[in-house]
């Protein structure tokens, strides 16, 4: 009796311990273990913090390791739950975490995999338009035009509109860096003395910049506000204003600043550049040594 009441309990622990999650019970498990990451990372961040051995540029470097590596792993988790639960609401949760940070050949599959129902949620429409954009404009493919009305000019406070269109400048064998901003977004402001620098150094035949103005009336701005920035920041090179979103849609650009180099031929060489890679992307692509 002994014996099969052993073999009786075995079978029900391993009934138990088979039995399906709740979606509450898996989201609670991935938001654990999201919040160890966090944690790994803080931890990690307090000890780079508190050592006054490292430079200032190595303490730099670190902490960039760390987010790297943090992050690399906070996506792993979550595209792992996407694919693993294509018809729970946990995968809305895990796509929300690395939607911004996943490579799009990677979150592509898993979204592909989801439910039809949940497909349907409208963040993950949004999610879908936009990597099909960020894969149409991936590195190594040509670009993509667009036409915008452009401000030329106000006279007597009236806006003359001119349509102007990125085909204008791209494609037409210079390499062209392109800066996708805004006036009111405080990291656009803080990349455009990079750009003035790289503008200054190379511009000519073979190179040239062009801002392209977006998201505008997102903050309750318009052309004026482009215009009157560039002004005040020196932006005296090519410009395009009053593009609203249709740039960023065409090109999946989720957040701005967001700087492009194109090739002579219109080709994506790098998007994403900011800081210091941005001397350094323009300097390769032109062949000449920092």
């Known amino acids: 009796m002994k014996k099969l009441f052993t073999i009786a309990a075995c079978a029900l622990m391993a009934f138990v311990s088979c039995k399906q999650q709740t979606n509450a019970e898996k989201?609670?498990?991935?938001?654990?273990?999201?919040?160890?990451?966090?944690?790994?990372?803080?931890?990690?961040?307090?000890?780079?913090?508190?050592?006054?051995?490292?430079?200032?540029?190595?303490?730099?470097?670190?902490?960039?390791?760390?987010?790297?590596?943090?992050?690399?792993?906070?996506?792993?988790?979550?595209?792992?739950?996407?694919?693993?639960n294509p018809k729970d609401s946990v995968s809305l949760v895990a796509l929300r975490d690395c939607y911004y940070t996943a490579d799009p050949e990677e979150l592509q599959p898993a979204i592909n995999a989801l439910s039809e129902e949940l497909k349907q949620d409208r963040f993950v429409q949004r999610v879908m338009e936009s990597l099909a954009a960020k894969v149409a404009t991936k590195e190594g493919n040509k670009f993509v035009d667009f036409t915008v009305s452009h401000v030329a000019a106000v006279e007597n406070g009236e806006p003359k509109f001119e349509q102007v269109s990125l085909s204008d400048y791209v494609g037409k064998g210079k390499f062209?860096?392109?800066?996708?901003?805004?006036?009111w977004c405080p990291p656009c402001k803080r990349e455009i003395p990079n750009i003035k620098s790289?503008?200054?150094?190379?511009?000519?035949?073979?190179?040239?910049?062009?801002?392209?103005?977006?998201?505008?009336?997102?903050r309750g701005m318009n052309y004026q506000n482009t215009i009157d920035t560039a002004v005040v920041y020196g932006i005296n090179w090519n410009q395009i204003n009053n593009g609203h979103s249709e740039p960023t849609n065409l090109y999946g650009i989720d957040g701005i600043p967001h700087i492009i180099l194109f090739g002579p031929d219109g080709t994506i060489l790098k998007r994403g550049l900011a800081g210091e890679e941005l001397a350094a992307a323009v300097a390769e692509?032109?062949?000449?040594n920092e």
């Open 27 to 84: 989201t609670q498990a991935y938001q654990d273990a999201m919040d160890a990451l966090i944690q790994e990372y803080q931890t990690g961040a307090d000890a780079l913090q508190a050592d006054s051995t490292l430079a200032k540029e190595d303490l730099y470097a670190k902490f960039a390791e760390l987010e790297e590596k943090v992050t690399e792993k906070m996506n792993s988790l979550a595209l792992a739950t996407i694919k693993k």
């Open 176 to 183: 062209m860096l392109v800066d996708f901003w805004s006036p």
């Open 198 to 218: 790289i503008y200054e150094k190379y511009h000519g035949d073979n190179f040239d910049v062009l801002s392209v103005s977006v998201w505008e009336e997102s």
């Open 285 to 288: 692509a032109l062949g000449v």
